[in-house]
Structures are given as C-alpha cells and as structure tokens.
C-alpha cells in the first residue's frame, strides 16, 4: 500500500527512488510536469482526469516557482493540490493491471474516440 506524501521532498524521493540518476526538480513546474504525465498514461486516465486542470489551477507564477524558495499560506494550499494529484495518481500507476483492469482501460480508451489497440503498458 502506498503511503501518503505530505510534504513535496516525499514526492521527489519516490520518483527518483528507481532511477539510477536522480533527476532535480528545480520548480514547482517540474513536479507538476511529471505528475501530468503520469496521470494522461492510459491506465491511469481511466480512472483519474482531475490532473487535467492542475497547471491552470496553480498559474504560471506558482509553477514557475522555486522549490527552494520560502512559500507563503496561499502556496502551502497550491502545494496540497500537488500532493491531492500524487497521492491519487500514484496508487492507480502502481496498481496491478488485472485482465478487468485492462478491460476497463480499453473501455475508456473507446469511450473517448481512442483505439484501444494502442494501448501501451
């Protein structure tokens, strides 16, 4: 079972805990990249699409942002949005894909005009 992040260092160190380079995230743009893609991979946009509005939620200054700089009240929420998108998006990417999981992925891929022979896992 996947823990929690509560902070956004929680976050880097599971992303690059497989990697054999860690990769540096230097704003808040970074993460949310990352973040957006895994959530738009197939098996994870079945069952997830809030990611979809997460760069226009936090706006272009907050993501452009530091990850070392000080953060105000205002920034501690646009960070809890982050986490929120993580810690949904996370599981679903780690989830076994069952036969019925790739059924339901196939589905969705059908629902939203896709070919599901494309389905890339």
Do not use: C, W
């Amino acid at each position: 079972m996947h823990k929690k992040f509560k902070a956004i260092d929680e976050f880097i160190d599971e992303m690059n805990e497989e990697r054999d380079f860690p990769k540096e995230y230097n704003t808040y743009r970074d993460i949310v990249d990352e973040l957006v893609a895994m959530g738009n991979l197939d098996h994870v946009y079945a069952f997830h699409d809030d990611h979809l509005g997460l760069e226009t939620e936090l706006g272009k200054d907050f993501l452009n942002k530091e990850i070392s700089d000080d953060i105000n009240e205002n920034e501690e929420e646009k960070i809890d949005l982050i986490l929120d998108e993580a810690n949904t998006i996370i599981p679903l990417l780690n989830q076994e894909l069952t036969e019925e999981r790739i059924e339901d992925v196939k589905e969705d891929m059908i629902i939203r005009g896709e070919d599901p022979d494309n389905l890339e896992i």
